[in-house]
């Protein structure tokens, strides 16, 4: 059975950079039929999908264009995890924080984002 | 980007009601579609894949369909359980842009 545990603090003053990580048990970050995402959900935005990193033969990472100037997601094989930066955050980026695997669910390319770490509540606060 | 547009943004409907949500891709993603169920105080839950295909234990009164820019959620009959909000997703490519989901209540 796959699991995410994500971790980090819950509180970052602005200007400062969030920092959160998401380890993975029943599957690798380096496996070639999945992607690992980080995704947020405010009352204001709904769920916004910030960006993925994922291994096919090699590394590549996708971000969406809002926070693709602040925003580093990084894998850690060593550790089975993968990791979200999220720099210079504003009240703005207040959320809950989740990392979802997007796995290979029929062939030749239907993804879905299958299993989901529990949330991280984050809040830009002085 | 491609923007996801969802219709209603709520509604209010009976246990055995048919229950149906539209949403609206603003170009042609094919059926690379997904729906998600999200229950209060926890995570989404993947519903169906390929715009109609059932994710393995969901209950056959949810169904899909559509292909291109419009596609469905239905709930055949509306149970107290599927109290939720509701999203669909494109992922023909990045970024994996949710609609803004569609709140569901017991009337």
New interface residues.
Partial sequence: QVQLQQSGPGLVKPSQTLSLTCAISGDSVSSNSATW?W?RQSPSR????LG?TYYRSKWYN?Y??SVKSRITINPDTSKNQFSLQLNSVTPEDTAVY?CAR?EL??APD?????V????TTVTVSS | ?IQMTQSPSSLSASVGDRVTITCRASQDISN?L?W?QQKPGK??K?LI??AS?L?SGVPSRFSGSGSGTDFTLTISSLQPEDVATY?C?K?NS????????TKVEIK
């Avoid at chain 2, 990045?94 to 989901?101: I, K």
């Fill in positions: 995402n995704i709904g769920l916004e999908w993925r996708d969406a264009v989740y997007d669910v029929a239907y993804y879905g984002m299958d989901w770490g529990q949330g | 980007d690379y997904a998600y995570v989404p993947l894949y390929a295909t994710q999203y997703q992922y990045a970024p994996r842009t949710f609609g803004q989901g």
